[in-house]
């Protein structure tokens, strides 16, 4: 069986932005990162936290409709922190790189289900979600859930 | 195209470099092209200041300091903003603790910011020795060093000499009159239990500094643009909030008298090996 494979193309934004292509979609995407909270873009870090959420709410979305697990609704708080941003800046004498250090998806699950159940969709799903798995690879990624009523 | 304009700035965090980006795309739409070097701490950025690797500096009052104790007093201060001219350090302590003079500070613990802090440690600690308290032999010095090599533009090391104070382990504490007045609107100290004991003669704070044979023309360009950038202007407020400032005013040095004082009687260059 051949690898499926996704492809999308990126083009120059100027002066620090891009636009990426994927099917019948475009979307912006701003600098690398920000750290101006007015900045008018969304960063590409950010659309990378925004994968990992997007793949948390919607692989539970997804796992609990085929277990027939009732979800009234997810949200995920993520939070990120860099080795050293610093590096990004070339600030003279910094040192190390301005790679992700770690990540923490906080996960609220709402649903009147019995928490066995619950859990049994967290696990699947966290088994199962392609964005989550190869970030737990490449960074400190912890994800944590608590069913809300 | 016209050589752009290289100017040093010290990062004490990865926001602040939105205050520089702000300041150089202004530049930039003014035909002033202006290329931001960042440093890590202020004697790298005195070295290439010095060394002609950048041609301007926003430099803290050691810095300038510094910059001319290496070049021999061959730069001049060319800018500054309005907040930091006639600046002043309090010595805070608990109401009702029994300090209620400079006095009464002899064998007690002083808390202050890092070593390289002229407003949270260098200054005080000057005026207290003009005030017949050395450090070692009449009160106790308890030194905050957080991030050293940034000259306490951050508030790390003040707050923590404040947390020392308001625990109980120190008797006094330094604090930057600014920082005074934010803490006590923002709730951090509290103004109903710690008051201020004494206040230190005023004193000047950062300095844009340029060697004295920058080309005046081009250094001329570079502050006509600089002063034009105004409070009412939203993208420049937004920069200004964040550095502090309601306007950019001409340089001075006449307000680096204490802190000349302070480091040629703490030996401070000496001891950095300057």
């Known amino acids: 069986m051949e690898d499926t494979r996704w492809t999308l193309r990126i083009t120059a934004a100027p002066p620090t932005g891009a636009s990426a292509h994927v099917r019948k979609h475009t979307f912006a995407i701003g600098a690398p990162m920000s750290f101006d909270a007015e900045y008018g873009a969304v960063t590409a870090l950010e659309y990378l936290l925004g994968a990992l959420g997007a793949d948390l709410v919607g692989g539970i979305q997804s796992v609990g409709r085929r277990r027939r697990v009732e979800i009234d609704d997810v949200e995920v708080v993520v939070h990120c922190t860099l080795h050293n941003p610093m590096v990004y800046l070339r600030v003279v004498g910094e040192q190390g790189d301005a790679g992700i250090r770690a990540i923490e998806a906080r996960v609220y699950i709402s649903s009147l289900e019995d928490e066995a159940r619950v859990r049994a969709v967290w696990t699947e799903m ?4 392609p964005v989550v798995n190869t970030l737990v690879k490449a960074v400190r990624l912890d994800c944590t859930y608590q069913q809300v009523l | 195209m016209t050589k752009p304009i290289t ?12 205050i520089w980006e702000i300041i150089r795309e202004f530049f930039e739409a003014n035909g002033m092209p202006m290329d931001v070097v960042y440093f890590t701490n202020y004697e790298r950025q005195v070295e290439a200041l ?91 010095l308890r030194r905050f060093d957080v991030l050293v090599g940034k000259h306490g533009d951050h508030i790390g090391g003040e707050l923590d000499a404040f947390k020392c104070l308001a625990s109980g382990q120190a008797a006094a504490s330094t604090m930057l009159d600014l920082n005074w007045k934010t803490w006590t609107a923002d709730g951090t100290v509290n103004p109903n239990e710690f008051s201020i004991l004494a206040t230190t003669d005023q004193f000047d704070h950062c300095v844009f500094a340029v060697r004295k044979n920058f080309p005046e023309d081009a250094k001329e360009q570079w502050l006509r643009a600089l002063f034009s950038m105004t409070y009412e202007n939203p993208k420049h407020r937004e920069m200004m909030d964040m550095e502090g400032l309601k306007a950019w005013v001409p340089g001075r040095t006449t307000g680096f008298g204490i802190l000349d004082r302070a480091v040629k009687h703490s030996h401070f260059f000496q001891e950095v090996g300057l």
């Open chain 2, 7 to 18: 100017m040093g700035a010290v990062l004490y965090d990865p926001k602040v470099s939105v």
């Open chain 1, 126 to 129: 966290m088994e199962t979600s």
């Open chain 2, 50 to 140: 010095v060394g002609g690797l950048v041609d301007i500096a926003w430099n803290s009052p050691l810095a300038w300091l510094e910059t001319q104790h290496v070049s021999k007093n061959d730069f001049v201060a060319i800018a500054m903003r309005d907040t930091d001219c006639d600046r002043s350090t309090h010595f805070v302590v608990r109401k009702g603790g029994g300090i209620s003079t400079l006095g009464d500070l002899r064998g007690k613990t002083i808390a202050v910011g890092a070593k390289d802090s002229p407003q949270a440690t260098l200054i005080p600690v000057e005026y207290l020795r003009a005030n017949g308290l050395e450090a070692g032999k009449e009160y106790e």
